[in-house]
């Protein structure tokens, strides 16, 4: 039992509250959460927070705009109503996808945009630059830079492209229904089969003059702001998409690692089963995630694999067209991918179907995040994949039920054993140890 301490819980995730709760030994606080008829949130806090020590835990999935306007609104009524202190729990930090710089042509997929002005087309927003970015199978691709695929290529010579296919009639998520019933499609966002090569006639002169400056708001450094003008005064969130995202709060960020409870589900459940750590290897699904993946593979003592994935988007609904290529021996072996998200699935289910290519018998994806928004559930369905592993960090009850694939290990221990430490003013370097 911990006292003088007030856990609030947003509207995101409830389940993991009442988890978090459950472990502290501590009911949630009472707060009303609503919306006005004009779709303005409302947040009334139901109890006295005066010289309290606040929690409020709200993930980053689902309606992630919502939940974040939800999470400033409640971190500033605690902090008007003389909370001591207000820390904000995240396992899923929204926006953090979003940290980069301008220019960056990675991160979070985008849907289809809407239609602006007749003469603009469909296809009216792009993170194309002119003149125009090389491409595989391009004529500029020989002399792609010194890290492009171009020069992977020739490096590894014989390892071939891989695209994937989805089936597109299989289970969908409730929200994904809702949105295409709202937007009248059938739940592809954006037309990517069409662009699954890079279109390069697509632009014509009547299309907007576009790349010559890509000013693309940070939105990572605005949502940071954000958070600490509420009143935020500490964050507990996990797997930072970018750690050094801790860097632009001003305030305490205590980022958890998942890659605990991955390394015990390798441990306890795919090692013996698959005959080993010399049957099996640790494989990254593109070189951001080589760090996070080598750590899993050095404390194990396993080999380990990388997948090279090469985002270049044409246009904003051009979500397929990244190209994997394989560094490592993965024939007649499990292969084990980690990755901190997955969020349409494309990385995973693609990295699967090359893995199992190049002799892989069985794959496994073991990721902390698992959005699995748009057709992501189906895409797995559909996918060479034998199993995903994700955490509960964003809700995974409707996965489960579509997703007979599908592996859901609880993180609400960690988060209440942070809360607790931080509480007591005890050191939680403890949580960060992994070896
Ligand atoms: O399920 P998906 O929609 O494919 O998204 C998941 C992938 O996206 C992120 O990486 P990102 O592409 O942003 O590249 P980075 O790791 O180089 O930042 C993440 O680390 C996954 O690899």
Redesign the pocket.
């Given at each position: 039992m911990v006292r003088n301490i007030v856990i609030f819980g947003g509207s995101s995730h409830p389940q993991l509250t009442e988890n978090i709760c459950t472990h502290l030994g501590i009911p949630p606080a009472r707060i009303t959460l609503s919306k006005f008829s004009n779709g303005e949130t409302r947040v009334e806090v139901g109890e006295s927070v005066r010289n309290k020590d606040v929690y409020i835990i709200q993930s980053g999935g689902g309606m992630v705009n919502d939940h974040l306007m939800e999470l400033l609104i409640t971190v500033s009524a605690c902090k008007t109503a003389s909370a001591k202190r207000v820390t904000v729990v995240l396992p899923l930090f929204p926006y953090s996808?979003q940290s980069?710089l301008p220019y960056n042509k990675?991160?979070?997929?985008l849907s289809r945009m809407e239609k602006r002005t007749p003469s603009e087309g469909s296809g009216s927003f792009t993170f194309d630059s002119r003149p125009t970015t090389p491409h595989p199978g391009g004529p500029e691709s020989q002399g792609f830079g010194p890290n492009g695929v171009g020069s992977l290529t020739k490096k590894l010579n014989g390892i071939s492209v891989q695209r994937s296919e989805v089936n597109m009639n299989a289970p969908k998520r409730r929200d994904t229904l809702e949105q295409e019933a709202q937007e009248g499609t059938n739940g592809v966002h954006g037309d990517s089969a069409q662009h699954s090569k890079h279109d390069t006639s697509a632009p014509t002169s009547m299309a907007v003059q576009r790349g010559y400056k890509q000013w693309v708001a940070q939105a990572g450094t605005l949502v940071a702001d954000l958070l600490t003008c509420a009143g935020t005064d500490h964050v507990i969130t996990m797997d930072l998409?970018?750690p050094q995202y801790q860097g632009f709060f001003d305030i305490p960020v205590d980022n958890l690692y998942g890659r605990h409870l991955l390394k015990k589900y390798i441990q306890q459940n795919i090692l013996p089963r698959q005959g080993g750590i010399d049957n099996c290897v640790i494989v990254s699904?593109?070189?951001?995630?080589a760090k996070r993946a080598t750590s899993i593979a050095d404390v194990l003592g396993m080999p380990f694999a990388l997948i090279h994935?090469e985002?270049r988007p044409t246009y904003s609904n051009d979500?397929q067209n990244?190209t994997m290529l394989l560094v490592g021996a993965v024939a007649n072996k499990t292969a084990i991918l980690i990755?901190?998200?997955?969020?349409?699935?494309?990385?995973?289910t693609?990295a699967a179907k090359l893995l199992k290519k190049e002799g892989a018998h069985t794959v496994f994806a073991l990721?902390t995040h698992g959005?699995l928004?748009g057709d992501?559930i189906e895409r797995i369905n559909a996918s060479a994949l034998d199993r995903v592993v994700v955490t509960n960090s964003v809700p995974q009850e409707e996965h489960v039920k579509l997703c007979p694939k599908l592996v859901v290990l609880e993180i609400g221990n960690v988060f209440a054993e942070a809360i607790r430490r931080v509480h007591h003013g005890e050191s939680i370097s403890v949580l960060f140890q992994f070896d």
């Open positions: 996808r980069d990675v991160g979070a997929p998409h970018d699904p593109d070189a951001g995630g994935k985002r979500r990244a990755d901190d998200l997955a969020d349409t699935s494309n990385t995973i693609r990721v959005v928004s992501a």
